[in-house]
């Protein structure tokens, strides 16, 4: 029933056999499979390092532990993790008298029910796989983090459902931490679910062979996520050019229009350090490389920008057109995705088209070669991964395979290969530290230096709230570089003074998030300038700062200026990023977890250890409540405390405090002394 192989600790009944072993520091990796060998695959995984298994073996079961963390099994198999100190973390879900052997006078325990509910189940999928139960007890006073990008408010996930499946704005990055001391990697890639429930925690998986998870326990959220890096990898170093400010719009149209929009940032001596051509500058989906006849002069164009001190962001989308130069061959060697029935068309925007199947390593190389003969010759060194999640017409998950299976049962893994491609295209070139901007991610993005964008949202204040909760619940993912487009996507008139109202305050936000990045589709549209080629697609109004009158425009000169100040406090936070996972943008709980008010505060959060930013995200709102977390020794000295940036007001902290915000002000707070401090408030 029980054995132990190395560290590794076997559990076999039936026809299930479940690994529990050491992955890491104060982790354990967990599979359990009812096929006659375990998958081998390691998913999010890398190989581990450091840890070790301590297994023991009696008549009333069996125990695993690994530092800070112990598996409990039972006769029977059920599993209980605990900390150092004994306190359980998590435990399977099991209301069953089969787990118990009465003729051999095992007695049961308080789980014993006629319910007979597992807590692994496997249901068999005709002549397939297995549909997968994973449930686990549940604390109905638990607070839930991380789990990726849900266009909703909630913070803390506890009582929400989440589909874990890719789409336009939804990214599923399967990782969840707890304030109970623990942090679980669910790694599957399959569709599926997980309901955070007050009764149960069940983890759901549409199609699989395999239960895989990955488990951790750490005093602090810190320690946890600082595990969770080690075990999946952690972000490159962020090059200088990611710091400041980024320019984007639906969508440059021509090279000489992209220049003259760099040209003026550089005339009003604006700080500028990226612009961005979006899509369609290409003659057909799935022909990535320039259209000539309005962008005729690419290495002209990027040496010009290279002068200015601007780095060129090129839009690249994984969609073929079934007309384009490299279709069939595409088709020939294997390189586009399957459909399971009717034409092989998986969105019909400017054409019928299907994706690149990068979850094909062959596929990923001719992309790149692609990518390397005609953009990155030039000097380009940055990408706009576009489409990743990837987005279809209908999410018919059931109906696209791809090299590695079906999508139900590998789907979410799409983004991060298609972020592997690129990676390894450019550190092959030895280029150092890439960075690329994509539209969705998986557990592991990180790894490969992905730059994750909330898609395709609207332009509401409702809209800015929800991307307060994405954005802090995606670094308690363990994805540390995270944008939205300033204003939203979807609609926004700049001449509208309702909008621009909703502009600055996004505008504000943005300047506090890793990175600060202007984009949107603006009303109204441009005509198309031909019906052929690049021509074809439509460009959204006017985008940049000048545009949305004068005072909105001396507005955002102050905010881009003040990012160019925090530039040193940047770099610390990006460095800290990549040398631990820790995200520049977190909860105010992750860096004062003792506070229990610091876990209250859902629409707040801290921009590195030193700064509360507390954005504005209603309209007409001139003053909001500000929670400042409590500071250590401030009773035994009075300098201790949050200063006010507008005002210079000193505040202690462990209270809430009613912060004004003119529309000119984002309430920001900064911990009295640190460099910080000086950094924003020597330019106002």
């Given at each position: 029933?029980?054995?132990?192989?190395?560290k590794?600790?076997?559990?076999?009944?039936?026809?299930?056999?479940?690994?529990?072993?050491?992955?890491?520091?104060?982790?354990?990796?967990?599979?359990?499979?009812?096929?006659?060998?375990?998958?081998?695959?390691?998913?999010?995984?890398?190989?581990?390092?450091?840890g070790?298994?301590?297994?023991?073996?009696?008549?009333d079961?069996?125990r695993?532990?690994?530092?800070r963390?112990?598996?409990?099994?039972t006769?029977?198999g059920?599993?209980?993790?605990?900390?150092?100190?004994g306190?359980v973390?998590?435990?399977?879900?099991?209301?069953?008298?089969?787990?118990?052997?009465?003729?051999?006078?095992?007695?049961?325990?308080?789980?014993?029910?006629?319910?007979?509910?597992?807590?692994?189940?496997?249901?068999?999928?005709?002549?397939?796989?297995?549909?997968?139960?994973?449930?686990?007890?549940s604390?109905?006073?638990?607070?839930?983090?991380?789990?990726?990008?849900?266009?909703?408010p909630?913070?803390?996930?506890?009582?929400?459902?989440?589909?874990?499946?890719?789409?336009?704005?939804?990214?599923?990055?399967p990782?969840?931490?707890?304030?109970?001391g623990?942090?679980?990697?669910?790694?599957?890639?399959?569709?599926?679910?997980?309901?955070?429930?007050?009764?149960m925690?069940?983890?759901?998986?549409?199609?699989?062979?395999?239960?895989?998870?990955?488990?951790?326990?750490g005093?602090?959220p810190?320690?946890?996520?600082?595990?969770?890096?080690?075990?999946?990898?952690?972000?490159?170093?962020?090059?200088?050019?990611?710091?400041?400010?980024?320019?984007?719009?639906?969508?440059?149209?021509?090279?000489?229009?992209?220049?003259?929009?760099?040209?003026?940032?550089?005339?009003?001596?604006?700080?500028?350090?990226?612009?961005?051509?979006?899509?369609?500058?290409?003659?057909?989906?799935?022909?990535?490389?320039?259209?000539?006849e309005y962008?005729?002069?690419?290495?002209?164009?990027?040496?010009e920008?290279?002068?200015?001190?601007?780095e060129?962001?090129v839009?690249?989308?994984p969609?073929?057109?079934?007309?384009?130069?490299?279709?069939?061959?595409?088709?020939?060697?294997?390189?586009?995705?399957?459909?399971?029935?009717?034409?092989?068309?998986?969105?019909?925007?400017?054409g019928?088209?299907?994706?690149?199947d990068?979850?094909?390593?062959?596929?990923?190389?001719y992309l790149?070669?692609?990518?390397?003969?005609?953009?990155?010759k030039y000097?380009i060194?940055?990408?706009w991964?576009?489409?990743?999640?990837?987005?279809?017409?209908?999410?018919?998950?059931?109906?696209?395979?791809y090299?590695?299976?079906p999508?139900?049962?590998?789907?979410?893994v799409?983004?991060?290969?298609?972020?592997?491609?690129?990676?390894e295209?450019m550190?092959?070139?030895?280029?150092?530290?890439?960075?690329?901007?994509?539209?969705?991610?998986?557990?592991?993005?990180?790894?490969?230096?992905?730059?994750?964008?909330?898609?395709?949202?609207?332009?509401?204040?409702?809209?800015?709230?929800?991307?307060?909760?994405?954005?802090?619940?995606?670094?308690?993912?363990?994805?540390?570089?995270?944008?939205?487009?300033?204003?939203?996507?979807?609609?926004?008139?700049?001449?509208?003074?309702?909008?621009?109202?909703?502009?600055?305050?996004?505008?504000?936000?943005?300047?506090?998030?890793?990175?600060?990045?202007?984009?949107?589709?603006?009303?109204?549209h441009?005509?198309?300038l031909?019906?052929?080629?690049?021509?074809?697609c439509?460009s959204?109004?006017?985008?940049?700062?000048?545009?949305y009158?004068?005072?909105?425009?001396?507005?955002?000169?102050q905010?881009?200026?003040?990012?160019?100040?925090l530039?040193?406090?940047?770099?610390?936070?990006?460095?800290e990023?990549?040398?631990r996972?820790?995200?520049?943008?977190?909860?105010?709980?992750?860096?004062?977890?003792?506070?229990?008010a610091?876990?209250?505060a859902?629409?707040?959060?801290?921009?590195?250890?030193?700064?509360?930013?507390?954005?504005?995200?209603?309209?007409?709102?001139e003053?909001?409540?500000?929670?400042?977390?409590?500071?250590?020794?401030?009773?035994?000295?009075?300098?201790?405390?949050?200063?006010?940036?507008?005002?210079?007001?000193?505040?202690?902290?462990?209270?809430?405090?009613?912060?004004?915000a003119?529309l000119?002000?984002?309430?920001?707070?900064?911990?009295?002394?640190?460099?910080?401090?000086?950094?924003?408030?020597?330019?106002?």
């Open positions: 029933m029980f054995k132990q192989d190395g590794r600790l076997i559990y076999r009944f039936d026809d299930e056999t479940v690994w529990i072993e050491p992955w890491g520091a104060d982790a354990l990796r967990v599979r359990a499979t009812r096929c006659p060998d375990m998958p081998s695959k390691d998913w999010a995984l890398l190989p581990p390092t450091g070790r298994g301590e297994v023991e073996v009696s008549d079961g069996a695993i532990s690994n530092g963390i112990t598996a409990e099994l006769p029977s059920m599993v209980t993790f605990k900390d150092s100190q306190r973390l998590l435990q399977e879900y099991v209301r069953s008298r089969e787990q118990y052997n009465f003729a051999a006078g095992e007695r049961p325990s308080g789980f014993a029910s006629a319910l007979n509910i597992e807590a692994r189940e496997f249901k068999p999928i005709l002549g397939a796989d297995y549909r997968l139960t994973m449930r686990f007890e604390d109905p006073n638990e607070r839930i983090y991380g789990m990726g990008q849900y266009q909703q909630y913070l803390d996930l506890k009582g929400c459902e989440l589909e874990l499946a890719q789409r336009n704005s939804q990214a599923s990055v990782f969840m931490v707890s304030n109970l623990y942090g679980l990697l669910w790694n599957n890639p399959a569709v599926g679910r997980v309901c955070f429930g007050k009764n925690t069940i983890w759901e998986a549409q199609s699989t062979q395999i239960l895989d998870y990955w488990i951790t326990a005093e602090t810190r320690q946890i996520l600082e595990r969770y890096g080690q075990a999946t990898g952690t972000a490159p170093q962020m090059p200088e050019y990611g710091l400041g400010f980024w320019q984007c719009k639906l969508r440059y149209q021509t090279q000489e229009e992209l220049l003259q929009v760099a040209r003026e940032y550089k005339r009003r001596n604006l700080p500028i350090d990226v612009i961005v051509i979006d899509f369609f500058h290409w003659p057909m989906q799935g022909e990535w490389k320039f259209d000539p962008w005729p002069d690419p290495a002209a164009m990027v040496q920008l290279k002068e200015m001190g601007i060129l962001m839009s690249i989308w969609t073929v057109d079934h007309r384009s130069e490299n279709f069939e061959a595409m088709r020939e060697q294997g390189y586009l995705v399957r459909t399971e029935r009717g034409h092989r068309i998986a969105m019909d925007f400017h019928n088209t299907i994706h690149l990068v979850t094909n390593p062959d596929a990923r190389r790149w070669s692609k990518v390397k003969n005609n953009y990155y000097g060194k940055m990408y991964l576009d489409v990743a999640e990837p987005e279809y017409t209908y999410y018919d998950f059931d109906l696209y395979r090299h590695l299976g999508h139900v049962k590998i789907g979410n799409f983004p991060l290969k298609y972020a592997q491609a690129f990676y295209g550190t092959a070139e030895c280029q150092k530290n890439p960075l690329n901007l994509v539209r969705c991610a998986w557990a592991g993005s990180q790894r490969y230096g992905a730059l994750i964008w909330s898609g395709d949202i609207h332009s509401s204040f409702r809209s800015l709230r929800n991307q307060v909760a994405a954005g802090l619940n995606m670094g308690m993912a363990g994805i540390p570089w995270w944008t939205t487009d300033i204003g939203g996507f979807h609609g926004g008139d700049p001449e509208d003074p309702a909008f621009r109202e909703l502009f600055i305050r996004w505008f504000q936000y943005g300047t506090f998030c890793p990175v600060m990045r202007l984009h949107g589709d603006r009303e109204p441009a005509e198309p031909g019906t052929e080629g690049g021509g074809v439509s959204g109004a006017d985008n940049e700062v000048w545009s009158g004068d005072r909105a425009y001396a507005i955002c000169v905010y881009m200026n003040m990012r160019e100040r530039r040193p406090y940047l770099r610390q936070l990006m460095t990023a990549h040398e996972g820790v995200p520049p943008m977190r909860p105010l709980f992750f860096d004062f977890p003792q506070d229990d610091a876990w209250e859902e629409d707040q959060y801290m921009f590195g250890p030193d700064l509360v930013v507390a954005p504005i995200l209603e309209s007409g709102a003053t909001r409540q500000v929670y400042l977390p409590y500071l250590a020794g401030q009773e035994e000295d009075g300098s201790c405390g949050w200063k006010d940036i507008w005002t210079g007001e000193m505040v202690s902290g462990g209270k809430t405090v009613m912060a004004k003119p000119e002000q984002i309430p920001l707070f900064a911990r009295a002394g640190t460099p910080v401090e000086s950094m924003l408030m020597s330019g106002l």
